[in-house]
Structures are given as structure tokens and as C-alpha cells.
């Protein structure tokens, strides 16, 4: 009987234990990309020319000092105004705010985001976005920190 109970109470333990890593699966950053931002920015970050621009370009993260913080700001308060990537030019287009996205969330997006598809270096953290949602940035100033192409 007793036997039994600890038994039972060990494989309780093991079922939780072996829960976690689908738990650590839910802030897994390729995921939530391509659940929040691949309708417009495609799979694997490759764009829809004219319409969203592509995000897999390491030259342009490697040139930035904060791509994580970047990344954070521009999805915390969206972005507009004209860009060329590409060759492609993304004039009068506007990124939607998406600041419901949780901290958490957004360290793994913005991880996946200039860490993966940027080839950089960057590991954002939930006090790292908690410190760009604290001072966003305005529109002009994310514009102004986009290196050139
Ligand atoms: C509704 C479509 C849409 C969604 C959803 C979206 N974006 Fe965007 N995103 C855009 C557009 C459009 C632009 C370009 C805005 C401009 O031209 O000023 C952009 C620009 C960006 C930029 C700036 C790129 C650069 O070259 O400076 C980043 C970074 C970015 N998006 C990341 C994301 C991430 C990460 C997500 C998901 C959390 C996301 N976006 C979701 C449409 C979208």
C-alpha cells in the first residue's frame, strides 16, 4: 500500500518532470514567429516583397550595437515609414503594434529574430525587453537606428 503511494507519487514526479520541456516549447522564439509574425514576414523570416520586409539579413543585424532591443521596440510599437531592403522598396506601410506580446515571449522572438536569422550574438531576456517596453522609443528613432543598406 505504501509501496504504492510512493510509487505513484515518483511517477507523478517523472509526468511533471517530463512536462517541462513542452512547457519551455511554448517560449520557443521559432514558434511564437511563426504564430505572430510569419503571416506577413513569411516562415524562417524571408519577407513578401513590397509588402513586409524580410528579416533574415545578418549584415543588417551584425551592423546594429542592440538588435534585440530593436526588435523588441519595433514589435512593442510598430514601425512606418519607407525602407529599401532588398533592392525592394516598402513605402507608406505600417507595422501594427503588438504590445500585448508578454516579455517572456518577446525575448524569445527577438532571440530567434536577430540571434538566428541575424546570426548575431544576441540573447534577449525578460529584463531586457521589460527595459525597452519601460522607454520605447519613438517612430523617428527606431528609423534613425537602422543601419544603412
Ligand atoms: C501585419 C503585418 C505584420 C506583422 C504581423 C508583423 N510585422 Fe514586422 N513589419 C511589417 C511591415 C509592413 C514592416 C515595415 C514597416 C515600414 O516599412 O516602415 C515591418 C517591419 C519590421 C521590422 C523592421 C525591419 C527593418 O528592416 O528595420 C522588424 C524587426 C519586424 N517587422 C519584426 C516583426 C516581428 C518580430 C513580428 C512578430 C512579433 C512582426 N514584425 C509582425 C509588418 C508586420
Known amino acids: 500500500m505504501h509501496l504504492n503511494y510512493f510509487a505513484a507519487r515518483v511517477a507523478g514526479c517523472l509526468i511533471l ?7 519551455a516549447q511554448e ?8 504564430d505572430n509574425c510569419a503571416v506577413c514576414h513569411a516562415e524562417g523570416g524571408t519577407g513578401n516583397p513590397g509588402f513586409a520586409p524580410p528579416l533574415n539579413r545578418p549584415a543588417f543585424w551584425q551592423a546594429m550595437d542592440a538588435p534585440t532591443d530593436y526588435v523588441a521596440a519595433v514589435v512593442i510599437a510598430g514601425l512606418h515609414g519607407t525602407m529599401t531592403v532588398d533592392g525592394q522598396m ?16 518577446l525575448a524569445a522572438i527577438a532571440t530567434y529574430v536577430a540571434g538566428e536569422l541575424g ?31
Open 27 to 34: 517560449i520557443d522564439g521559432t514558434t511564437l514567429f511563426n
Open 90 to 105: 516598402y513605402a507608406g506601410l505600417r507595422m501594427p503594434p503588438l504590445p500585448q506580446i508578454e516579455d517572456a515571449e
Open 17 to 23: 518532470g517530463a512536462s517541462l520541456p513542452a512547457q
Open 119 to 149: 546570426e548575431t550574438e544576441a540573447d534577449a531576456t525578460v529584463e531586457s525587453v521589460a527595459a525597452v517596453r519601460a522607454e520605447l522609443p519613438d517612430n523617428a528613432a527606431l528609423m534613425a537606428a537602422r543601419p544603412a543598406e
